[in-house]
């Protein structure tokens, strides 16, 4: 990882550590309804073992759980504080394991989950295309990657992107769908499936499904 982007991996470390106890409160409308709808869309088997990149404070894996617990999932997250709520939160799932770490450097094997889901995590990432590059390399040969974030073909997204650019150095960029897709096919994925939603005044968002080529 070069000097720069482990400048920015800090910043968004640093950030979430100082939110994380007044997080789920604080963002409880946007996570059920973002969260809600990647669990729809992804639609995982019951039987999947599951890596969410960019976990935060577990309530993805809490609404997968609910559903099947038994699920098994590997939850990671670049700050140590939104984990340790994740684990509280999550402490009777002994199936359920944590790590912090970076979604350009995962530190996995190759070829060992079924799905990669990764939501609201995107626009933090200083390489996108390296992070995909490791979400592709970790999935078995038939696995399967599900991304949700902010969509810049709405209007309100890009002025966010635009503010949010030049008073928080932890957040990189948004992109639209079409940008999105780009990346997902040069790192070898085959989208799938892919939606937007807008909710609220401010929050456009989109999906992709894709399976790994």
Same mark, same amino acid.
């Given at each position: 990882?070069?000097?720069?982007?482990?400048? *920015?991996?800090?910043?968004?470390?640093?950030?979430?550590?100082?939110?994380? =106890?007044?997080?789920?409160?604080?963002?409880?409308?946007?996570?059920? @309804?973002?969260?809600?709808?990647?669990?729809?869309?992804?639609? *995982?088997?019951? #039987?999947?073992?599951?890596?969410?990149?960019?976990?935060?404070?577990?309530?993805?894996? &809490?609404?997968?759980?609910?559903?099947?617990?038994?699920?098994? *999932?590997?939850?990671? /997250?670049?700050?140590?504080?939104?984990?340790?709520?994740?684990?509280?939160?999550?402490?009777?799932?002994?199936?359920?394991?944590?790590? =912090?770490?970076?979604?350009?450097? %995962?530190?996995?094997?190759? &070829?060992?989950?079924?799905?990669?889901?990764?939501?609201?995590?995107?626009?933090?990432?200083?390489?996108?295309?390296?992070?995909?590059?490791?979400?592709?390399?970790?999935?078995?040969?038939?696995? =399967?990657?599900?991304?949700?974030?902010?969509?810049? /073909?709405?209007?309100?997204?890009?002025?966010? /992107?635009?503010?949010? @650019?030049?008073?928080?150095?932890?957040?990189?960029?948004?992109? #639209?769908?079409?940008?999105?897709?780009? %990346?997902?096919?040069?790192?070898?994925? =085959?989208?799938?499936?892919?939606?937007?939603?807008?909710?609220? %005044?401010?929050?456009? %968002?989109?999906?992709?499904?894709? /399976?790994?080529?």
């Amino acid at each position: 990882m070069n000097p720069a982007e482990s400048k *920015i991996e800090a910043q968004v470390e640093e950030q979430y550590n100082a939110q994380a =106890q007044s997080y789920d409160q604080r963002w409880s409308r946007y996570l059920r @309804k973002t969260l809600t709808f990647s669990q729809t869309t992804a639609n *995982i088997a019951s #039987t999947a073992k599951v890596l969410d990149v960019g976990c935060g404070t577990g309530e993805l894996e &809490r609404l997968l759980l609910a559903n099947n617990p038994e699920q098994m *999932i590997v939850s990671l /997250d670049i700050s140590a504080e939104m984990l340790a709520q994740a684990q509280q939160k999550l402490k009777s799932y002994p199936h359920v394991s944590f790590e =912090q770490g970076s979604a350009s450097d %995962l530190p996995f094997p190759d &070829r060992v989950f079924d799905v990669v889901v990764s939501a609201s995590s995107f626009h933090y990432f200083p390489e996108p295309e390296k992070a995909l590059a490791e979400m592709h390399r970790v999935l078995k040969p038939n696995g =399967q990657v599900v991304i949700l974030d902010w969509c810049k /073909d709405f209007l309100l997204c890009r002025i966010c /992107d635009w503010v949010l @650019k030049r008073v928080d150095p932890a957040h990189q960029q948004c992109y #639209t769908e079409a940008e999105f897709h780009q %990346l997902l096919q040069a790192a070898d994925f =085959q989208i799938q499936d892919a939606q937007t939603m807008h909710f609220d %005044l401010v929050w456009g %968002l989109m999906i992709a499904t894709a /399976d790994r080529s």
